[in-house]
């Protein structure tokens, strides 16, 4: 069975990712595309600046928290050299993870048991500053999720190998600039395999190479269930 059929067919298991209500008014789906001309124009090299765009877009839209970019081609990556292009390399740009934007300290929840499979701080600006990698398993099958822009304090604390319950709060959404220096958000992730990779993933890929990331990264909106995705 596929991951993304496995995921299908345990969704009423999966715990919140975060405490609150992806599906309520109060959460609108963010475009950080070219499509987009208010991002498209804004100088996002400025970090203090792009997070009141981001606050401007929530306002703007009567919301709390935002959601998106599942293989979405996004511009924002361009503020920094860490996603490319070198000589004769096509940028990375599209996203396949599931970016939700909320206020620093937020908890984060395991959505289901997991033990801690590895954690790393990727403190390049625009990475993913302290990331934790969980390890889960499903009728046999062994996935991973990813959460990036973590706070530093409660990352330290975790060990690789400490299991952890459906539901429990590991770690907090990070401020910047420790988060990677950007506006503070969640990066939530579900790899089906590794590759070899220890407290890091590719978050970005090139978009000539949709389909492969694509098959090793299912839609973590399989996990979060929220409307506001679909």
């Known amino acids: 069975m596929s991951l993304p059929a496995l995921l299908l067919r345990h969704a009423a298991e999966f715990g919140p990712v975060l405490p609150l ?5 109060t959460v609108t789906r963010l475009d950080f595309s070219a499509t987009n001309p208010t991002v498209l124009n804004a100088d996002l090299r400025d970090t203090a600046a792009f997070n009141e765009l981001v606050n401007t877009m929530l306002t703007e839209a009567g919301a709390t928290a935002g959601v998106g970019g599942y293989l979405e081609n996004r511009v924002i990556y361009r503020r920094s050299p860490h996603f490319g292009p070198g000589a004769a390399e096509e940028a990375r740009s599209l996203h396949l993870g599931v970016d939700v934007w909320v206020p620093a300290g937020t908890p984060v929840l395991a959505p289901l048991p997991a033990i801690v499979h590895s954690l790393a701080d990727n403190d390049n600006f625009g990475d993913y500053g ?39 709060a590991f770690a907090t959404v990070g401020p910047f600039p420790e988060n990677g220096d950007w506006p503070a958000h969640l990066h939530f992730q579900l790899m089906a395999d590794l590759q070899g990779r220890v407290g890091d993933f590719p978050g970005v890929a090139r978009p000539s190479e949709r389909e492969l990331w694509a098959a090793l990264c299912p839609d973590p909106n399989l996990v979060l269930q929220s409307r506001h995705l679909v």
């Not at 209500?21 to 008014?25: G, I, Q, R, S």
């Not at 969980?134 to 975790?158: D, K, P």
């Not at 190998?161 to 539901?167: F, N, V």
Request: hydrophobic share 40%; net charge negative.
């Open 21 to 25: 209500d992806l599906n309520a008014a």
């Open 130 to 168: 302290p990331t934790v990698i969980l390890q889960h398993e499903l009728e046999g099958t062994v996935f991973y999720s990813l959460y990036g822009h973590l706070s530093r304090a409660e990352w330290r604390a975790l060990r690789v190998g400490q299991p952890l319950a459906k539901g429990e």
